[in-house]
C-alpha cells in the first residue's frame, strides 16, 4: 500500500512538471545550436540582419487605389511602434519616400497616374515581393529574428487587430500570413493533435487487450497502469526542458504501446504462475524473480537503441532518444510497482471469495482455491500449441529459412540506400490547414520567401568598390545559377536612389543619408557589416539546396570581394542543410551504434556471446527489410523517421530477448533444445504477440493523425514491429537452436559440458 501511496503522490508531482512543457519548431528544433552553421546563422545574420515577418497579403481588383494603398498606410501606422516591431515595409514605403523626395512632402497622391508612374521606377527586386502583380499588395511587419514565441503570438493578434482598424475599402480582402503565423498555427495544431491522439492511442489499447489479452483476468488493467507511466514522463519532460515538437510528440501513443507491452509481459507471467495453484504472494514473487530480470534485460537493450539517439546533431532526434529512454523506464517500473501490487490486491480478494464459497460448501478451502484458479487461467490453449509447432518448424529448416531472410536484407539495405530525405516543414504539417493554404498562396503569388545570405565584413560596406561588388556577384549568380531568382542588397538601394552605383564615396554616402532608417538596416549594420541577399527557387529539395550552396561559395572563390573584405555564406536554409548528413550518413551512424551498444549492454549482462548476439541478429534484418517497404512505398526520411533504426532495435530486442529468456529457463529445466523452444513459443509465444498487437495498435494511432511526418512514421513503424514479430517467431528458433546445439556439441567435444543433447 505504501508503494501506491507514492505513486499516487508522484502523479501531482508530473502535473506540475507537465505544466513546464514548451512547445517549439523551426530552425531551433532541426539544427544544433552549437554548431559553426548555425553560430554564423544567429551571430552573424539573424542578430544583425534577420527578420521575422508577420505578412498581410491585400488582395482588391486595383491595387495601385489611392484608397486602398491609404489603408495599408493606416496598417503600417498602427503596427508601427508596437513592442517587438522594428518597423513595416510595403509598396507604401516607397511610394511615399519617391513623392517626399520628388514632391517635398510624403503623403499618398490622390491620383493613378502619379501612383503608376512612381511604381514604374522601383526596382523589379522591390516590386516582386511587394506588389507582385496589379490586384496583391503585401505588408511587411517585422519583429526582430530572436522574438519569442510568446511576443511573436501577441504581435500577430495586434496585427489582426490593425487590420480591421485599417479600414480597407469594400471589395478589398487581407489574409494575414508569413512564416511565423503559420509556425503558430502549426503548434496550435500539434497541441489539439496530442489529445486525440493520446485518445485514440488509449481507445486501441482497449481493443488490442480485449482481443489479444482475452484469456487471463483484469485484461484491460495494464492500460490504466501505464497511463500513470504516461503522466510520469510529461513530468519528466517537463522538469528536464524537453520541448514538444513534431518529433516528441510522437513518443506518447509509441510509450503506450510499449508500456501496455512490459506490462502484459508482467500480467501473462502472473496469470501463469496462479494457473498452477500459487497463492497472490508466491505468485507475485515468482513473476517479479523471473519477468523482472527478463523484462529488465529487454527494457536495457531497448534503452541502449534510444542512447543512440543522442550522437544525432539534430536537437528534436536528440529529445526523442531522451523522452523514449525516459518514458521505457517509467513504464517498466509502474508496471513491476504499481501493477504487481494492485494484481496481489485483486488476486487476494478473489482468493478470500472463493475461501467464503468453500467453507459455505463444506469443502477443503485451499484445494478449493486451487482448483477455482487452475479452472480460470487454463493451461496452454490451443494457440499456444500451435505456435510451439511452428517454431519447430522454422528451428528445423535453418538454410531456408534464414537464406530467404538474408536476401531480403540484402535487397532492403540496397534499396534503403536509394530512399530519399525531407526536411521541408511545410510538408510535415496537414496539407489542407488553412494557415498553411494562405502561406502557400503567398509563396505562389512571391515566389517563395527562401534565401540564402551572404555576409559581408569590411572596413566601410559603403566603399563603391565594396558596393559594386556586391551588384556585380549578385547579378552573376542570377544569370548563372538557374536555382538563383534575385538578388537584393544595398547595391539594389543605392541604384533605385541614383540609377546607378557612383564611384565617388562622398556621393554614396550622401544617397546612404538619403535613404530611409528601414532599407539602411535592412542592408547595412554597424558600417563595417553588409547583407547580400539570393532569393532562391521555392521548393529545392535539401540535396539541392546544399548543392547551390556549394556553387555559390566556388563563384565567391572565382569572383572575390576587394581585398580586405570577407564573406560567409550563411542564412536559415544554410543552416539547415546540416540536418542532411543526419538524415542519411548520420542515421546509419546512429542504427550501427545502437546496435553495438545493445550487444555489447547484452555481453556485460549475460557474459555470454551467444546470448548477447542471438537476439541481435533477427532485428538487423528487420532493419533491412523496413529500408525495402520505406522504398517500395515511396516513403522518405525525415526527423522522425531517421529514428527507426534505433526503434527497430530496442523494440525488436525485447520480443527476441524475452524468447531467448524463456528458452534458456525451459533448458535448465532439463528439455532439450527443440523441446525448450517448443515450450517458450507456446508459453510466451502467445504474449509476444498479444504485446506486439498492442505497441501496433499504439502506433496506430499515429497513422490517423493529420500530420503526414507522423503519419508515414506510424505506417513504417506498424510494418516494422511486425516484421519484429515475424523475425521472432521465424528466424529466432533456428538461430538459437543450432546454435545451442553446436556450442553444446562442441562442449561435449570437450568433456566439459553437462546439459543433455
Known amino acids: 500500500m505504501l508503494i501506491l501511496l507514492v505513486a499516487f503522490l508522484l502523479i501531482f508531482a508530473s502535473f506540475y512538471g507537465a505544466g513546464k512543457i514548451s512547445t517549439e519548431s523551426g530552425t531551433d528544433t532541426f539544427v544544433e545550436k552549437t554548431s559553426k552553421l548555425y553560430q554564423d546563422f ?7 540582419f534577420g527578420t521575422s515577418a508577420i505578412i498581410v497579403l491585400v488582395e482588391s481588383d486595383d491595387i495601385t487605389d489611392p484608397e486602398v494603398l491609404k489603408a495599408m498606410d493606416r496598417l503600417g501606422t498602427l503596427m508601427e511602434g508596437k513592442k517587438d516591431v522594428k ?48 490586384r496583391h499588395a503585401i505588408v511587411l511587419i517585422e519583429m526582430s529574428g530572436d522574438v519569442t514565441t510568446e ?23 487581407t489574409i494575414v500570413t508569413g512564416e511565423p503565423a503559420f509556425m503558430i498555427a502549426m503548434q496550435e495544431e500539434m497541441n489539439k493533435s496530442m489529445g486525440a491522439m493520446l485518445a485514440i492511442s488509449g481507445i486501441l489499447m482497449v481493443v488490442a487487450l480485449l482481443i489479444a489479452f482475452r484469456h487471463v483476468r483484469w485484461k484491460l488493467l495494464p492500460l490504466p497502469v501505464v497511463l500513470i507511466g504516461i503522466i510520469y514522463t510529461f513530468g519528466a519532460m517537463g522538469f528536464t526542458n524537453v520541448p514538444m515538437t513534431m518529433v516528441s510528440m510522437a513518443v506518447f501513443p509509441i510509450l503506450i504501446g510499449l508500456g501496455v507491452d512490459y506490462a502484459i509481459q508482467f500480467h501473462n507471467r502472473a496469470e501463469e504462475e496462479l494457473a498452477r495453484g500459487e497463492t497472490a504472494s508466491e505468485a507475485i514473487i515468482e513473476t517479479i524473480k523471473h519477468m523482472g530480470p527478463a523484462v529488465g534485460t529487454a527494457i536495457i537493450a531497448t534503452s541502449l537503441g534510444f542512447v543512440a539517439l543522442f550522437i544525432s546533431p539534430v536537437p528534436m532526434i536528440r529529445d526523442f532518444g531522451k523522452m523514449s529512454l525516459i518514458g521505457v523506464v517509467q513504464c517498466y517500473f509502474v508496471s513491476m510497482f504499481i501493477l504487481m501490487p494492485v494484481l496481489y490486491l485483486l488476486d487476494s480478494r478473489a482468493e478470500k471469495k472463493i475461501l467464503k464459497k468453500a467453507r459455505r460448501n463444506g469443502g477443503n478451502s485451499k484445494n478449493t482455491v486451487k482448483t477455482e484458479k487452475i479452472a480460470k487461467n487454463g493451461g496452454t490453449d490451443g494457440f499456444g500449441r500451435f505456435l510451439g509447432r511452428f517454431s519447430i518448424t522454422m528451428a528445423k529448416n535453418p538454410l531456408i529459412v534464414i537464406g530467404i531472410a538474408s536476401l531480403l536484407t540484402i535487397g532492403g539495405l540496397y534499396a534503403d540506400e536509394h530512399v530519399g530525405v525531407q526536411t521541408d516543414t511545410q510538408k510535415f504539417v496537414p496539407q489542407d490547414m488553412k494557415p498553411l493554404l494562405d502561406f502557400d498562396k503567398l509563396n505562389n503569388l512571391i515566389g517563395g520567401s527562401d534565401q540564402l545570405n551572404i555576409i559581408i565584413k569590411a572596413e566601410d560596406v559603403t ?20 536555382d538563383i531568382i534575385s538578388s537584393d542588397s544595398l547595391a539594389t538601394a543605392i541604384t533605385l536612389a541614383y540609377g546607378s552605383i557612383p564611384p565617388d564615396p562622398s556621393v554614396v554616402n550622401s544617397i546612404m543619408d538619403g535613404l530611409p532608417g528601414t532599407i539602411k538596416d535592412r542592408y547595412v549594420m554597424g558600417g563595417d557589416l553588409g547583407i547580400l541577399n539570393l532569393k532562391i527557387a521555392p521548393n529545392l529539395r535539401i540535396e539541392q539546396t546544399a548543392a547551390l550552396i556549394e556553387n555559390v561559395k566556388n563563384d565567391i572563390e572565382w569572383y572575390p570581394p576587394p581585398t580586405g573584405v570577407s564573406t560567409t555564406v550563411t542564412g536559415q536554409q544554410v543552416a539547415m542543410t546540416s540536418i542532411l548528413d543526419a538524415l542519411t550518413s548520420g542515421r546509419t551512424a546512429t542504427g550501427y551504434l545502437g546496435l553495438t551498444l545493445i550487444f555489447f549492454g547484452l555481453l556485460v549482462i549475460y557474459r555470454d556471446w551467444m ?4 537476439p541481435i541478429l533477427p532485428i538487423l534484418m528487420v532493419t533491412g527489410w523496413s529500408g525495402g517497404v520505406m522504398y517500395l512505398l515511396g516513403m522518405e526520411y525525415n526527423p522522425l523517421t531517421a529514428t527507426l533504426g534505433a526503434l527497430v532495435l530496442g523494440i525488436g530486442a525485447e520480443f527476441t530477448i524475452l524468447m531467448m529468456e524463456r528458452y534458456f529457463e525451459e533448458r535448465e529445466n532439463g528439455l532439450l533444445p527443440m523441446e525448450a523452444m517448443e515450450t517458450a513459443s507456446s508459453k510466451i509465444g502467445q504474449a509476444i504477440i498479444a504485446s506486439g498487437f498492442t505497441v501496433i495498435l499504439g502506433f496506430s494511432a499515429l497513422i490517423v493523425t493529420p500530420f503526414p511526418m507522423l503519419s508515414d512514421f506510424g505506417v513504417v513503424t506498424v510494418i516494422a514491429v511486425g516484421f519484429s514479430l515475424l523475425s521472432t517467431l521465424i528466424v529466432l528458433p533456428p538461430i538459437m537452436v543450432q546454435l545451442d546445439i553446436w556450442r553444446s556439441k562442441k562442449n561435449v567435444r570437450k568433456n566439459s559440458s553437462t546439459i543433455k543433447i
Open 87 to 134: 518597423g513595416t515595409f510595403s509598396i507604401v514605403t516607397l511610394i511615399k519616400d519617391f513623392a517626399s523626395q520628388q514632391y517635398g512632402h510624403s503623403d499618398i497622391p490622390e491620383d493613378k497616374h502619379t501612383i503608376q508612374q512612381i511604381i514604374s521606377h522601383t526596382p523589379e527586386e522591390y516590386l516582386t515581393q511587394l506588389m507582385p502583380d496589379d
Open 42 to 48: 544567429d551571430y552573424l545574420y539573424k542578430q544583425n
Open 151 to 173: 511576443h511573436t503570438e501577441w504581435v500577430l493578434s495586434e496585427t489582426k487587430t490593425a487590420v480591421i482598424w485599417a479600414n480597407f475599402p469594400a471589395g478589398t480582402s
Open 463 to 482: 566603399d563603391p568598390a565594396v558596393i559594386q561588388w556586391m551588384d556585380d556577384f549578385g547579378r552573376n549568380e542570377v544569370e548563372k545559377q538557374k
Open 611 to 614: 546470448k548477447a548476439f542471438v
